[in-house]
């Protein structure tokens, strides 16, 4: 069982650039989310989505836009990367939207120079 | 913004140590949970509170839920050098909100 996959690992783009990042799960959860982990803010929710079809703005949605045509992924994209925009993004699945504990993949660490 | 605050932000002990953290928020919150994070790896869930005043337990590992809702403790037992990592605390407002995290408290354990 994978899990929660996040592919690429690690990338660098310059300003301008455009990107999409990777998520996908095989645990059949109905709730996946996107977050950017900053040094010092912890986890912000840029992203999230209830099933297949459903997607909703998060904290910090500006820049990046999310699509989810099946129930195993959920893409994030860059549509023109930003120097703020460099962080490392986590996706994370759970069974439900609620008191349900989240499963996270390893991290996408993006560079935008 | 920022509804969760952890303290302390950082902490260095020594193996065998004690440690305790909190987290706090102006807002009443429905459940509380608790995550590490190693370096270069995703959150791993530690433990989850459903109820006010609920002390849960994993290992050298206890949480409880605060009895005002407002807050949450984690304590862990004679540290050992694998404790080493960030302790992000979590929280939902109700049954169908999102998680909100706080900033993480970061842990260094001395051999």
């Known amino acids: 069982n994978a899990g929660v996959t996040q592919t690429p690992k690690f990338q660098v783009l310059k300003t301008g650039q455009s990107m999409t990042l990777q998520c996908a799960q095989d645990?059949?959860?109905?709730?996946m989310s996107w977050y950017r982990q900053d040094p010092g803010m912890g986890l912000r929710l840029i992203h999230y989505s209830v099933g297949a079809g459903i997607t909703d703005q998060g904290e910090v949605p500006n820049g990046y836009n999310v699509s989810r045509s099946t129930t195993e992924d959920f893409p994030l994209r860059l549509l023109s990367a930003a120097p703020s925009q460099t962080s490392v993004y986590f996706c994370a699945s759970s069974p439900g939207l609620g008191n349900q504990p989240q499963h996270f993949g390893d991290g996408t660490r993006l560079s935008i120079l | 913004g920022q509804q969760l605050n952890q303290s302390p932000q950082s902490m260095f002990i020594q193996e065998g140590e004690d440690v305790s953290m909190n987290c706090t928020s102006s807002s009443i919150f429905n459940t509380w949970l608790w995550y590490k994070q190693d370096p270069g790896e995703g959150p791993v869930l530690l433990i989850a509170?459903?109820?006010?005043?609920e002390l849960t337990s994993n290992g050298r590992l206890t949480a409880q839920f605060g009895i005002t809702r407002k807050d949450s403790f984690l304590n862990i037992s004679a540290s050992i050098p694998s404790d080493v990592g960030i302790y992000f605390c979590?929280?939902?407002?109700?049954?169908?909100?999102?998680?909100?995290f706080g900033p993480g408290t970061s842990l260094s354990v001395i051999p």
């Open positions: 979590a929280g939902l407002k109700t049954s169908y909100d999102k998680v909100i």
């Open positions: 509170l459903y109820k006010a005043g």
């Open positions: 645990m059949n959860h109905e709730y």
